[in-house]
């Protein structure tokens, strides 16, 4: 498949995956969803990895990166889907926006990374005051919208550590085999987590939206998704790929107005022209401060 196909699946699916959450969690509880979620995605993974024959890995090295994988999945995944009842969708694809400046943060400490230029110094202040505009009215709402905007942060810190943390692994392994162990490790843990957080089915409840949106997520959402970023990541530079943290978070927010009659308030708009506006220099501040010296 061409890579410029991959990356508008990659960016296609990362924008609606929010809004996908919100819809599956609409009448099917949130550990159920994302439980059902991921057995979708694993049963289809391993029918994929056994017709294609696709060599899944099982060594102590291959089992470090699938629960290096799997912490992301897991935490990333979990309060997203408990934060998804009072959090637009729009303002979840935003946070995890933030991603690349706390991955950062985290790679300094754990990956022995330099520390933040300048620019990216001023780049991580302008996106936490853009943060403060966007959970202003959550906040103010109410405290369990409060708790879920925390939810959505905590739910960030575990995407970043994952990303961080594979990059510890050093090996080589085919991007399905990669998404195949890492649903094999998480899916076990999120029935537990479904098991002792709710425990009950309550199928009566369930609407076709909720399990059309849990279809394509657990599909699109935990496979294909994974697969485009996977062939994006090997044949795109870096800086192309971090194009779609600025990318996702303006189509997800214009997707939960339009589909989901999410509010645009004016703090949360001032909000994300702040963060993406600090998301860019943040990404390619310091390149092309190098490149204007040249001049």
């Known amino acids: 498949m061409p890579v410029k196909v991959s990356y508008f699946f990659m960016v296609l699916i990362w924008s609606t995956t929010p809004l996908g959450i919100v819809w599956s969690s609409e009448s099917v509880s949130p550990t159920l969803a994302v439980l059902m979620r991921m057995l979708v995605g694993l049963l289809l993974g391993g029918l994929i990895v056994a017709i294609t024959n696709i060599r899944v890995p099982w060594s102590k090295k291959a089992c470090l990166l699938y629960f290096y994988s ?19 969708s729009g303002i979840i694809s935003l946070m995890f926006g933030l991603a690349p400046i706390l991955s950062g943060l985290l790679a300094q400490q754990l990956l022995n990374e330099p520390k933040f230029s300048p620019i990216k110094l001023v780049a991580l202040a302008c996106a936490l005051i853009g943060l403060y505009f966007v959970s202003y009215n959550q906040v103010q709402n109410s405290q369990t919208q409060g708790l879920g905007l925390l939810y959505v942060f905590m739910a960030v810190c575990f995407f ?6 594979i990059k510890r692994v050093q090996i080589a392994i085919h991007p399905m085999a990669t998404t195949f162990g890492a649903l094999v490790f998480v899916t076990p843990l999120f029935f537990i987590a479904w098991w002792l957080l709710d425990g009950e089915l309550h199928v009566q409840n369930w ?55 999410e509010p645009l308030s004016q703090e949360l708009i001032i909000g994300a022209v702040i ?21």
Request: no cysteine; glycine share 10%; aromatic share 14%.
């Open 70 to 88: 799997s912490i992301g999945i897991f935490g990333g995944m979990l309060l997203s889907y408990m934060a998804a009842k009072t959090v637009p």
């Open 207 to 261: 609407s076709a939206k909720s399990l059309w949106a849990i279809g394509y997520l657990g599909i699109f959402g935990s496979l294909v998704g994974a697969l485009a970023y996977f062939h994006v990541l090997q044949n795109l530079n870096a800086s192309t790929v971090a194009l779609t943290t600025l990318i996702t978070p303006s189509f997800a927010l214009t997707l939960g107005a339009w589909l989901n009659n």
């Open 275 to 295: 963060i993406l506006i600090s998301l860019g220099f943040f990404q390619f501040g310091d390149k092309y401060l190098k490149r204007a010296k040249k001049f």
């Open 160 to 165: 970043s550590l994952s990303g961080v943390m």
